[in-house]
């Protein structure tokens, strides 16, 4: 199965809080791994991998379409933004691990993060239910 995803960088960001400055590849690996384990559950498998295909051979329609445009993709892009959060101060490289301080401001408490990070769950949530009533809806 190939590793498209739903969601691009500009759904992210006109979707979330997530600014247009970030650095995608900082997060979008969290949008891969927000469909594999969020949205596959959400799906099942059988669906997850159906329009996964559609997806990579560009034949999405009719509700599949529906679907992915009005709710997967609010879907994984808050639950991406969540995911990525956390991570956002931090620096992973050969050296180790660092937190990076913001020039012209303060780095948030881990309060506050958890905090919004939770909120962008919440988001990702509701849409979760709403897709899994639009699936009931249309089967």
Known sequence: MSKAVFVT????????????????SKYMNFAYVTE???LQGV?????????KTDVVNGTLSGVYLT??????????????????LPFATF????????????????SASSEQVNSLSQRLR??????????????????
Do not use: C, W
């Open 9 to 24: 960088q500009k759904d992210i960001v006109n979707r979330t809080p997530m600014g247009g400055n970030v650095d995608p």
């Open 36 to 38: 594999e384990i969020e």
């Open 43 to 51: 799906l099942g498998t059988q669906l997850y991998n159906k329009l």
């Open 67 to 84: 679907l992915v445009n009005s709710y997967i993709k609010d879907f994984v892009s808050f639950y991406t933004a969540a995911e990525y």
């Open 91 to 106: 620096s992973i490289n050969n050296g180790g691990v660092y937190s990076r301080e913001p020039e012209n401001g303060t």
């Open 122 to 139: 919440d988001r990702a949530e509701h849409y979760g239910r709403r897709m899994y009533d639009y699936l009931v809806a249309n089967n």
